[in-house]
């Protein structure tokens, strides 16, 4: 069964930091690009990164550059989000998808999605 699973979600309070794990079962990452969403109430969701396959590329929002870092460990299926000086409006819901089309920031290009992970920031 095909899945991915986010963890590493949490509370934090404002300028922390968190990082979060995508991990992937029931197929390899190799040959998928990654991105990273996250939704808030009432908002669309909203694209923050992405990385190739072959981690060469990546992309970030505008409203999260400078601040988070995606990478990704092949060996252990795994993609990552670091998040750092974090702010009360990142929080949201945090979704990893995977796609084995060229990244984007847009939802539509993914086929797969986790279920997501609570990020709170608030002191």
């Known amino acids: 069964q095909v899945q991915l699973v986010e963890s590493g979600g949490g509370l934090v309070q404002p300028g922390g930091s968190l990082r979060l794990s995508c991990a992937a079962s029931?197929?390899?990452?190799?040959?998928?690009?990654i991105a990273w969403f996250r939704q808030a109430p009432g908002k669309e969701r909203e694209g923050l990164s992405y990385i190739s396959s072959s981690g060469r590329s990546t992309n970030y929002a505008d409203s999260v550059k400078g601040r988070f870092t995606i990478s990704r460990d092949n060996a252990k299926n795994t993609v990552y989000l670091q998040m750092n000086s974090l702010k009360p409006e990142d929080t949201a819901v945090y979704y990893c998808?995977?796609?084995?089309?060229?990244?984007?920031?847009?939802?539509?290009?993914?086929?797969?999605w986790g279920q997501g992970t609570q990020v709170t920031v608030s002191s």
């Open positions: 998808a995977a796609s084995i089309y060229s990244p984007t920031l847009l939802p539509g290009g993914y086929q797969y």
């Open positions: 029931g197929f390899t990452l190799d040959y998928y690009a």
